[in-house]
């Protein structure tokens, strides 16, 4: 069964902060997603990457960045954290991108605070 | 423009009452679509995808889907709710060569009284 981990369920961080959020899949999937999830918003999705070192913008890219420097770890970079990213963020991977039927797997999400 | 919508932000039930939640969506090219499911404090997982080989699919837990293309939607239902229902429904659409993209409705919160 495919595992993707997500190192912190709950973080608490200060404005003005550089905040690392880590995702790591164990099953050789291509594509990761970062999403963040809003009530009333449902996910949007902030960033993806299908393949080391490739990234692309998704939705909401503002205040983010990403970095995939092994095909298994995907992690998302607040660079000055601010109030309005307070948010629960859900990490997601597929296994192959040329199959657009084939269902997302989900982390257990990050619930990040700035206070 | 490609949208999700999902008609009621949250829907109540009585324990053992039919479950109807409903997804529209809007496309000119043919979706893939999913049902997922969230129970509090936990990340989404899968309750069902639509795979074209029929308009009625079965998913986990008693659910199921239907296809209708004349009406862009892909409704969930349950014949008989249980309180273990209760958690927050998302429909999501996704469309050939977008990478696995996905695009989600807003969610519906099922709560299911005893």
Redesign the interface.
Known sequence: DVK?TQSS?YLVKRTGEKVFLECVQDMDHE?M?W?RQDP??????IY?S?DVKMKEK?DIPEGYSVSREKKERFSLILESASTNQTSMY?C?S?L??S??????H????T?LSIL | AQSVTQLGSHVSVSEGALVLLRCNYSSSVPPYLFWYVQYPNQGLQLLLKYTSAATLVKGINGFEAEFKKSETSFHLTKPSAHMSDAAEYFCAVGFYNQGGKLIFGQGTELSVKP
């Open positions: 993707v369920r594509n997603f999403y009333g918003l449902g996910l949007r999705l993806f299908y998704g859900l997601a597929i192959d991108r199959d657009s039927n084939q269902p997302q989900f982390g257990d999400g619930r």
